[in-house]
């Protein structure tokens, strides 16, 4: 399945409710396999971007669906990447 990058950044009511945080991010892990999709990892950052969660979804269409319904919590907001493993990369680069 592919795998998706979420750099997320806090909102300000998300910021406000950091004690609940561990709960929330429980709740989205569950609806997340609700959806098909599986949580690989989470982490909170240092810098740009609060959060960074990477996904192993069914398609990009069911990415968008679990990233959308978490942000409409209004905790946090999201820019979603696909990444490629690096060698699947290199075998499509290797000919050019």
């Known amino acids: 399945m ?5 750099l997320g950044k806090a909102t300000p009511e998300g910021a406000r409710y ?5 709960q929330r991010h429980e709740q989205a892990v ?3 396999e ?3 999709g599986k949580v690989l990892a989470s982490y909170a950052c240092l810098g740009r971007y609060d959060y960074v969660a990477i996904l192993d979804c069914p398609d990009e ?3 968008l669906k679990i990233l959308s319904k978490e942000a409409s919590h209004g905790n ?3 820019e979603t990447m696909t990444a490629i493993p690096l060698d699947e990369f290199a075998g499509l680069v290797d000919t050019l």
């Open 2 to 6: 592919p795998i998706f990058i979420a």
């Open 18 to 22: 950091l004690g609940a945080l561990a």
């Open 30 to 32: 569950r609806r997340a």
């Open 34 to 36: 609700e959806e098909g």
């Open 61 to 63: 269409k069911i990415a």
């Open 76 to 78: 946090v907001h999201y």
